[in-house]
């Protein structure tokens, strides 16, 4: 059954012209992913999907039957409004949560029933407390549960990640797997778009573009459709080189048809080049770092008598990368407030070194000044920004990088988005080339592209970063260990938010993050001996001669069992180090870049070992 159509719909937002000639329709059940850039029309296209907003030309056709609810990117408050009575339609803040449907009063009941199911499953045991009274993520968490109360046919979903802990995320990733409802999902978290939707829409350039499969295909057709245009776009300069050129020889020289080539040479330079996102090298700027970097002893704070960190001590190593998680309100904020001198302990430590340059990205952000352009405000930090001690660049050539075109520099604030300026304030913040990156949820109302260039340049930063993000694929590519938060106390893992978590099973959250009990090193280390002893067995098979490897290729397969078992005997040494609670800093220091050492050794000689062994046709 085909739930909406949008036929040859276009539509127009102050200055802007967001969609032309658009035909597009859903049928029930379909699990659809929603991309683009900030500022393109997502959250447009869900309110006219929904109903809410007029196109300007064209047509929306909804089927008589479908049932329709949406859940918004911003939703809005109302004072005096408890989390029970924010369920109705009749009681809703206008625009936070539309549902195209009626309800009788049986199955209000029943509506009722599930929303108070879904409450209490995201930690909302209390359905009595005003709304106000809630945190960013509780409020969230509410507002997703009052969209998936009503039994709809069609879930438009606006950024729900935003706000919510890794337990909850994982819960909702999980949710939108099992259900039979179709829905389309706005969100920046790629392993949501990969695990659950079965067709990725794309809005480029005025149009929305259909791509089949998960997000992981859509990534490989974009890039062949962005090849494809780049080809096309080499074969248009190519001509109009020539057709310039003939332009310039003098009328004498030309033939007849002066008329017609003008025309097409006209027509070429006002075509557009490739309209895709080009992620160019990002060399990252920053100032030398000296030994003594960040050092936290016995730190604790504590708010309304209530323990929030407890007696925390860290040192961290130069190029450290660290990771911060945990449920809502177990002081991820207040970790980052204190290290940056905002929040000042109740108790204990924290000693900055002389050459440390930090730059803090909060969530809250800086309230800009709507009528400074964009190149203006970063002029304001920087005239030109030094990459490396040799090289720098133009204010305006930063700002390229980050995907600010030069069409955008003289556009004032007031008419950015909020994830325009909140990718703004981020650059002004790089442009001050510091060594310790405060990160505090920077992936919040990026879009996909500017997430991926975000992160690049993070991949390449030498400095020091502390990163709390639910963004489990930034935090997988950019942190080498974590801190888990649970209301009090911190523990520390060393390694990647995928590799513990598989380590305490596929189905739960990290300890700490409101999941299953038991996902410690325990576990992790338990699930590296198995796999020593696998590869262990197998080595008498290894150990025979293999066609396609010279000998001495063979004698390196043969002995590469032994050192990674090796190499992972003294890397569970050290996890099991790790977590004594009084450690002296100089040793904890040594152990950890041994321990990174070792890690990145291990990665080089499993990937010789599996290249040899194909090679040996294994």
Same mark, same amino acid.
Do not use: P
């Given at each position: 059954m085909n739930i909406v159509s949008l036929i040859n719909m276009g539509k127009t937002v102050g200055n802007g012209r967001l969609f032309d000639d658009v035909t597009l329709g859903l049928e029930e059940g379909e699990k @659809? /992913? #929603?991309?683009?850039?900030?500022?393109? /029309?997502? +959250?447009? @296209?869900? &309110? %006219? @999907?929904a109903g809410e907003l007029e196109p300007d030309e064209g047509e929306v056709v909804h089927s008589r039957t479908a049932r329709i609810s949406r859940l918004d990117q911003r939703p809005g408050l109302a004072p005096g409004v408890t989390v029970e009575q924010h369920l109705f339609p009749e009681l809703s803040i206008g625009g936070e949560s539309a549902v195209t449907f009626g309800l009788e009063a049986e199955e209000q009941a029943s509506t009722l029933q599930r929303y108070q199911a879904f409450c209490t499953r995201l930690g909302i045991d209390d359905t009595h407390v005003e709304l106000q009274t809630l945190s960013g993520g509780m409020f969230k968490k509410v507002s997703i549960a009052r969209c998936l109360a009503f039994d709809a046919d069609l879930y438009l979903l606006d950024e729900p990640t935003n706000h919510l802990d890794l337990d909850a995320i994982t819960w909702l990733e999980q949710y939108l797997e099992r259900s039979s409802a179709g829905f389309v999902l706005v969100t920046h978290d790629r392993y949501i778009l990969d695990a659950v939707c079965d067709t990725i829409l794309e809005i480029d350039g005025g149009e929305v573009f259909r791509h089949p499969g998960n997000y992981s295909a859509y990534l490989e057709r974009r890039? $062949?459709?962005? &090849?494809?245009? +780049?080809?096309?776009e080499d074969r248009r300069r190519s001509i109009l080189r020539r057709e310039l050129e003939w332009l310039q020889r003098g009328p004498k020289a030309r033939t007849g048809k002066d008329k017609k080539r003008k025309e097409r040479i006209g027509e070429m330079l006002e075509l557009a080049p490739g309209r895709g996102a080009v992620l160019q090298d990002l060399p990252a700027a920053q100032r030398r770092l000296g030994k003594k970097v960040l050092e936290l002893e016995g730190v604790t704070k504590s708010y309304n008598g209530r323990p929030v960190i407890s007696k925390f001590s860290h040192r961290f190593a130069p190029g450290e990368r660290v990771g911060v998680i945990g449920p809502n309100g177990s002081g991820k904020t207040t970790l980052l407030d204190l290290v940056a001198g905002r929040t000042e302990p109740d108790h204990g430590t924290i000693e900055w070194g002389e050459t440390v340059a930090i730059a803090y990205f909060d969530q809250t952000g800086k309230r800009l000044p709507g009528e400074t352009t964009v190149l203006e405000y970063l002029?304001?930090?920087? $005239?030109?920004?030094r990459i490396d001690d040799q090289t720098s660049v133009s204010a305006e050539q930063f700002l390229e990088r980050f995907l600010f075109p030069r069409s955008m520099l003289a556009q004032p604030l007031e008419r950015l988005s909020g994830g325009e300026l909140r990718r703004l304030y981020l650059v002004r913040l790089l442009a001050r080339a510091p060594n310790f990156l405060l990160l505090d949820e920077p992936t919040n109302d990026l879009d996909l592209d500017t997430l991926r260039v975000v992160e690049?340049? #993070?991949?390449g930063f030498a400095?020091? %970063?502390l990163l709390v993000s639910h963004d489990r694929a930034l935090l997988d590519r950019l942190t080498d260990s974590l801190l888990v938060l649970d209301g009090g106390g911190i523990r520390r893992f060393v390694g990647s938010y995928d590799e513990v978590r598989a380590a305490a099973g596929e189905d739960s959250a990290l300890p700490g993050s409101g999941g299953a009990p038991g996902g410690d090193w325990t576990a992790y280390r338990s699930t590296r001996a198995a796999q020593s002893a696998a590869r262990a067995a197998g080595k008498a098979i290894n150990r025979e001669p293999k066609q396609g490897l010279s000998f001495r290729e063979q004698r390196e397969y043969d002995q590469l069992p032994d050192k990674i078992e090796e190499t992972e005997r003294e890397l569970s040494q050290l996890e099991a180090l790790f977590q004594q609670p009084e450690q002296n800093p100089a040793v904890l220091e040594q152990n950890t870049k041994r321990y990174h050492a070792l890690r990145d050794r291990l990665e080089q000689m499993t990937a010789r070992w599996e290249e040899l062994g194909e090679r040996a046709g294994e």
């Open positions: @659809l /992913g #929603l991309v683009g850039r900030n500022g393109v /029309g997502k +959250s447009t @296209l869900l &309110r %006219i @999907l890039a $062949e459709r962005l &090849r494809e245009e +780049s080809v096309a002029k304001e930090e920087a $005239e030109r920004v690049q340049y #993070l991949d400095g020091c %970063i």
